[in-house]
């Protein structure tokens, strides 16, 4: 398989049946940070609409940043992973701050942002400003292994991304991502999964009864009835009390939870 073969393959099916978002359809920097952040290990069609809603209350870093992490997190709940809004309010502080309001533009600024791995980085570069990052994620890493190491077990992400690199449209890197995306999705739903074969490869541990389900509990009972002292914080989670303390231990170092006098809150 030659670059250009791979190239073309990629952009007819994308002309064909490219998948309609609307993230893709308003590219303002804004958004597009707001949607890498919410597709973090969440399906498409779940941040639809909390991405709708959250850019109607909160159409700027500056928005959001004034917002109190209370409402911030109660408009979250339902997508996971708490860390995430705290993450993306607090970016939204520092880009209010320190960069004038406007989401920076290059993968360098991007990393000293709190949540933004290598990752995020390019995506939000790429799809904001059509900057031709080089980055890999879970659908980009099938369509490569797919056409490339078809025969192999174990492939390195190191392998992957020198391949990246010299087939990237750095005309039109912005499509050429939603195409590479696009394509792995749908084979991943005709053929065993590529990334199987991925040396990064791991499977999600079940959510139900998980650490990861119990933070989300613990966290919609305060955002759903306010604050309350432990024991009442307790009862109304229905969280084991063992299981509670270490929770809530976890939810206060990561600043999502406060206490103040013996009464639990989300923090400031």
């Known amino acids: 398989m030659t670059i250009p073969e791979f190239r073309r393959i990629i952009v007819s099916y994308y002309?064909?049946?490219?998948?309609?978002?609307?993230?893709?359809?308003?590219?303002?920097?804004?958004?597009?940070?707001?949607?890498?952040?919410?597709?973090?290990?969440?399906?498409?069609?779940?941040?639809?609409?909390?991405?709708?809603?959250?850019?109607?209350?909160?159409?700027?870093?500056?928005?959001?940043?004034?917002?109190?992490?209370?409402v911030v997190l109660r408009e979250w709940s339902g997508l996971g992973y708490n860390r995430r809004a705290r993450y993306l309010k607090e970016c939204a502080r520092l880009i209010t701050e320190k960069h004038g309001a406007k989401v920076p533009a290059t993968p360098e600024q991007l990393l000293p942002l709190p949540g933004i791995g290598r990752y995020t980085a390019g995506a939000i570069a790429c799809f904001a400003y059509n900057?031709?990052?080089?980055?890999?994620?879970?659908?980009?890493?099938?369509?490569?292994?797919?056409?490339?190491?078809?025969?192999?077990?174990?492939v390195q992400d190191d392998e992957l991304?020198?391949?990246l690199e010299a087939s990237l449209d750095r005309g039109k890197p912005r499509l050429w991502y939603y195409a590479l995306m696009d394509y792995?999705?749908?084979?991943?739903?005709?053929?065993?999964?590529?990334?199987?074969?991925?040396?990064?490869?791991?499977?999600?541990?079940?959510?139900?009864g998980s650490f990861r389900q119990l933070r989300g509990r613990l966290i919609r009972a305060l955002v759903s009835q306010g604050p309350a002292p432990a024991a009442d914080l307790q009862s109304r989670s229905g969280i084991d009390p063992e299981d509670f303390y270490r929770v809530l231990e976890t939810l206060e170092r990561e600043s999502l939870v406060s206490e103040d006098g013996g009464v639990y809150r989300i923090a400031d």
Not at 50 to 66: H, M, N, Q, V
Not at 191 to 204: D, I, L, M
């Open 15 to 70: 002309e064909e049946a490219g998948r309609v978002f609307p993230w893709r359809a308003n590219t303002s920097p804004w958004g597009v940070m707001v949607s890498e952040f919410m597709l973090q290990q969440t399906q498409t069609d779940r941040v639809i609409p909390y991405w709708e809603r959250w850019l109607s209350l909160w159409p700027s870093p500056a928005d959001l940043a004034a917002a109190p992490l209370e």
């Open 131 to 154: 900057y031709p990052a080089v980055f890999i994620e879970t659908n980009i890493r099938a369509v490569l292994i797919h056409f490339f190491f078809q025969n192999r077990e174990s």
């Open 161 to 163: 991304l020198p391949l």
């Open 184 to 208: 792995g999705a749908a084979l991943k739903k005709t053929t065993v999964n590529p990334n199987r074969r991925s040396a990064h490869y791991t499977r999600q541990s079940p959510f139900e």
